[in-house]
Structure formats: C-alpha cells, structure tokens
C-alpha cells in the first residue's frame, strides 16, 4: 500500500457536533452492553450490563462541558454487553452486542484539556502529553459450555464470534511548553481508527471480524462460595484496510498570549493496512461465606492494571436476597437483588445519588425462563 503524506492545520470540528476534537478525546462514550446467563437444564434469559468509571471528573461532565477542573486520576472506560441466549443441559448459545471503551492519559493532559476548554493561563514550563484509547463496538454469536462436578468445583468457558463496526486503537506523547506568554509543543500520533475524529480523513469503513473467550470457574458448598469470571481471556479483532495515521502535531508559533492554543500543524503519513485489535482482560471474583444471618461477601474486579474491592453483606432469608457493598476506594454502594430460582436478577451501583456528579455506574438486569 502507497503511503501518502499528510500536512495540514488540523481541524478538530467534529462537523454538526459544534465543538471542538482536540486530540485529547477521540471520545464517543455511550452505554449498550451482556454477562453470562444462568445455566439450567434448560433456559432461555436475557442480560444487560453496564460499568462505567471516570476518575478525574463526574461522568456527565467528561463527556459535556468540562466546567470543573479535573481531580487525581488517569482512566476513563465503560464496559457495556446486552445479549439473549438459550442453554440446554451444559451448553448455550446465544446473541451478544458490545460496547467497550478504554481512555487512559496523564493528569497534565487533562489538565492542559481543562485550561483549552475554558480559555485558561497555559501553565509555564514542559507539560508531559499522554493519551491512549482503545475502543470497540461489535455483535455476533455466543457458544458456551458450563460443568460442574459433585465436589463442588464448576468451570465454564463462552466463546464469541464477533463482527465488528467501530474501533478507535491509538496514542499520543509529547511535550508542551510554556515560555513567557506562549505556549508551544509537539506530539507523536499513532492512530487507527474506523472514523478519523481528528483530521477528517474520508474513507470506506473497514469491517472486522474477530473471536473473544470468557472464562468462569469456582468452588460451592453449602458453608461458601467462590467463583472467577473472566472476560476477554482472549481477544483478537482483525479489520481489513483500516486506516492507520501516524505522525506529529507541532503547534506552530502563532503569537497568541495568555492561553493555550491547541490547533497544532499535523505532518504524517496514512495508509490501509491490516490490523489486529486486541483488548483488556476484564475480571471479577466473588467470595461469599454463608451463615445463620447476613453472609459475608468480598468481590474483586480487575481492569487495566487497576484491582478493586468491595466488601458487602448478604441477606439470603429475606425478600429478593439483597446485598449491600460498599467500595472505599471510590466510595461506590452497590445495591443487588434476586429471586431463589434465578431467574432474574437487578444490580445497581454509583459513588453519588445526584447522577450529574457521579464517577462511576453499574446497571445490571438479567430474566430467564427455565422449565
């Protein structure tokens, strides 16, 4: 494939959007999600999930104005799946739709985002610049396979075969910096995409096609409960003639004082090539000790180098089976309820009650019909 050169004043209009694409947020942050349904002799369910986290800023304001300026943190993500399936004896089949984003940068740079957006003093002196996002939207088919033995032990693995239609796989390092009354800088920009959201490149979009495993095991008695879900155990995601960008943003000495100005000269090269996505391993373990009263419950979730806790308690004689958890990390409550049989399930989860100012939401839902 020819490589053609690229240099020109970047445009960041996102066009009928109104705002401004600075190369900080390739941003399309949206909520459509699926986990693993009951396995029953024989069923039919339905589940939808939700989990979204912003650590620096509430996640309405990330995605909006930022009117505030950002607090301590580095990533943003939402993990999203919706899906049907139907299982018989030991295996499933199902249908998945999927919605992932993963954004991770520095706390200058989202600093420096804050300061372009509300036409702030730039901050004098070198301003390190860190962004990486990895995105995907794809559906496809599920098959998935559950044992368990009379030990107790059980494991179950669902594999999916995935067409996918969306992806942003890219990152961004360099440096600004603040002299006098003028700011200047270069960055290095190595992006793919399936809609450039940065300079506008005009192309057919590329499809792909790809395979993700998901894992669960675990360990049941009467006395406990210990159990390890695994997403995206495995991942690829193949895209014929995706558009790939790489260069550097120089921001050209334009004069201006007392501000930031993001509107940098690009010079690169873009080209169609093969390319294989892969993504983040997602993973969730729950540890419930059961007695006479309330049980003892300690969940773990792990993403992005990052692992959490959440104490909690169960109370398994009462009406829908409730627990209660609390993430002291985040100061996250999360509230779940069920019925004996399973066959539906509600789960919901925030740092804030005024939704406005939360960081971080889990919505969770799941109904089956088993006979």
Known sequence: MELKLCSKRGNFQRHGKGRRWWPFLFLALANLPLQSVAQE???IGLEFSSRTLSEPLPIKTFTDEWDRAPGDGEATWT???IGVSANYGS???GYRQRFDYSLRYNKSTADLYYRDENNLPAIQGEVPVYLEINQLLAHGLTLGYRKQWSSGFFVGAT?????ASDFQVGELRGALNGESDLFAGTAALDY???????LDHQFERPDGKGVTLDL???YVTNARRF???????????DWEQAPHTAGSFDSVDRDVEDKVQLNPLFSGTRQLEQFSQTLPLYGTARYIEYTDGADWVLDLEYFDGALRYRPGLQWGSAPGNPYLGYEPERGEWQLQLRNESGSWHLTLGTDDLDLEEAHSLTIAMG?????
């Open 79 to 81: 993990r999203n799946r």
């Open 216 to 218: 669960a095991l675990g």
């Open 227 to 237: 159990s390890i879900q695994v997403q995206d155990l495995y991942s690829r995601v």
């Open 192 to 198: 793919r995409y399936s809609e450039d959201l940065l």
């Open 367 to 371: 109904w089956g019909r088993f006979w």
């Open 41 to 43: 002799a024989s069923a």
């Open 159 to 163: 594999a999916a075969w995935l067409q």
């Open 91 to 93: 295996w499933s089949i």
